[in-house]
C-alpha cells in the first residue's frame, strides 16, 4: 500500500521557506527521488535556495536526531533544493501578469481560487513550466495549493474585464501559450 500520492514532481510556493524546506527534508528522511520544485514568491533564487537548504537541514537533522549518523553537516550541499524566481515580478505581493492569468484560468476552468501571492504566483510558474515542456511526457506533476484564498478579495478586482478561452491538447494534455489567451471586453 502507498503512503503518498503516485507524483514525480512537486510544484509548491517558497516564500518563508517553511513548507518548501519542510518538503525537501522529507523527501530526504524517505529516500523518495520525487522532484520538489519551489517557485519563489519574494526572493532571488539564490538566496531563496540558501534558506531552503539550511531549514531543510536543521528539519532534516532534527527529524533523524542531531546525533544520528545519518544527520546531514551544516554545510551540506546533498539536498536537491530547486528554486525559480522568474515569476516574482518587481516584488512580494506586487501582481504580475502571469499570475493573474492563472488566478483566472484555475477559477474558470477548476473552480479553484488562488491567492495573488503565493498560489497564484506558483500556478503561473507550474503553467509555465508546462508550455516550456520541463516535466517529462507521462508525468505526474503535483500543485501544492497552501491556502491564502481569502487575501484574493483583498486584491479585487483582479480584472472583471477579461474574457478568457481555454482548451486542453487531448493527445498529451498541455497547456499552450496560444490556446490560451484574454480579451478585454468591448
Request: net charge negative.
Amino acid at each position: 500500500m502507498e503512503r503518498f500520492p503516485n507524483f514525480d514532481y512537486l510544484v509548491t510556493a517558497s516564500g518563508s521557506g517553511g513548507t518548501h524546506a519542510g518538503l525537501v527534508a522529507g523527501m530526504k528522511a524517505l529516500r523518495s527521488n520525487n522532484e520538489i520544485i519551489g517557485i519563489s514568491t519574494r526572493a532571488s533564487k539564490e538566496a531563496q535556495k540558501d534558506k531552503i537548504m539550511k531549514l531543510a537541514i536543521e528539519t532534516f537533522n532534527h527529524v533523524v536526531g542531531e546525533k544520528s549518523s545519518d544527520a546531514l553537516d551544516k554545510d551540506d550541499k546533498s539536498l536537491d533544493v530547486n528554486v525559480y524566481d522568474e515569476y516574482v515580478g518587481e516584488g512580494y505581493s506586487l501582481p504580475t501578469d502571469g499570475m493573474r492569468e492563472a488566478v483566472t484560468l484555475f477559477a474558470r476552468t477548476e473552480g479553484i481560487l488562488l491567492d495573488p501571492v503565493y498560489t497564484g504566483k506558483v500556478a503561473a510558474g507550474l503553467i509555465d513550466l508546462v508550455r516550456k515542456e520541463h516535466f517529462r511526457s507521462g508525468s505526474n506533476v503535483l500543485f501544492l495549493h497552501t491556502g491564502g484564498a481569502p487575501s484574493l478579495y483583498h486584491y479585487q478586482p483582479i480584472d472583471t474585464d477579461v474574457k478568457t478561452t481555454f482548451t486542453v491538447d487531448s493527445v498529451d494534455n498541455r497547456l499552450r501559450g496560444p490556446e490560451f489567451h484574454e480579451e478585454k471586453k468591448e
